[in-house]
């Protein structure tokens, strides 16, 4: 079993839709997790921290569940802006500053 | 405003060449990463260093050495480079408690020939 597994993609949806992205993650030790945003070929960069309350941001809201060891991250009113890849990231439980990324999911918001 | 700054930002070798990736952070961070994103793979760390003149390998260390020079700096050297060593390279800063997210450059990409 991967350490971060997210949902397959792609994910192609209109603007102005709703899309959730899920991960799990396999240790239970983990204690911070994180969404990225990743455009083509450029660095990921933070696109929000995860909070156990859930925790949103704009459009976008970070839900985590310890206890199923799992993670979403929802977009409302998609803009075409919003098209990237999105990594979801799990520190190495006990050992730090080492974080895990998922494969990344890739959304494709069309006009 | 520069963040984490990498060089080159593109590369290419010959297989048996050797090069330093040079890394630098401007934010003060205690720890370092280097990464590598291959098609289907996701981001791999290579190696990373918690603080100064500390350095540990992560999941992917083979054909790999680096040096944190400094608190600013960390770099990745190919000895002896390999076509399984084309790849993007990402390097990341963070201030290194578990529960602070990192910051990366824009990345090096290498073409092993």
């Known amino acids: 079993r991967k350490e971060v597994e997210q949902d397959p993609g792609p994910f192609n949806v209109p603007e102005g839709a709703t899309v959730a992205f899920n991960c799990t993650y396999s240790n239970s030790a983990s204690q911070s997790f994180f969404w990225y945003r990743q455009d083509c070929r450029k660095e990921p960069k933070l696109l929000m921290s995860v909070y156990s309350s859930g925790n949103e941001d704009g459009r976008f809201t970070a839900q985590l569940n310890r206890a199923s060891q799992y993670i979403s991250l929802l977009i409302r009113d998609s803009k075409l802006s919003d098209s990237a890849t999105y990594l979801c990231?799990?520190?190495?439980?006990?050992?730090?500053?080492?974080?895990?990324f998922g494969q990344g999911t890739e959304l494709s918001v069309k006009p | 405003n520069a963040g984490v700054t990498q060089t080159p930002k593109f590369q290419v070798l010959k297989t048996g060449q050797s090069m330093t990736l040079q890394c630098a952070q401007d934010m003060n961070h205690n720890s370092m990463y280097w990464y590598r994103q291959d098609p289907g793979m996701g981001l791999r760390l290579i190696y990373y260093?918690?603080?100064?003149?500390?350095?540990d390998k992560g999941e992917v260390p083979n054909g790999y050495n680096v040096s944190r020079l400094n608190k600013r700096e960390f770099s990745l050297r190919l000895e002896s480079a390999a076509p399984s060593q084309t790849s993007v390279y990402f390097c990341?800063?963070?201030?290194?408690?578990?529960?602070?997210?990192?910051?990366f450059g824009d990345g090096t990409r290498l073409s092993i020939l």
């Open positions: 260093s918690a603080s100064e003149g500390t350095t």
């Open positions: 990231v799990v520190n190495y439980g006990s050992q730090g500053g080492k974080l895990i």
């Open positions: 990341a800063s963070a201030w290194g408690a578990s529960n602070q997210p990192q910051h």
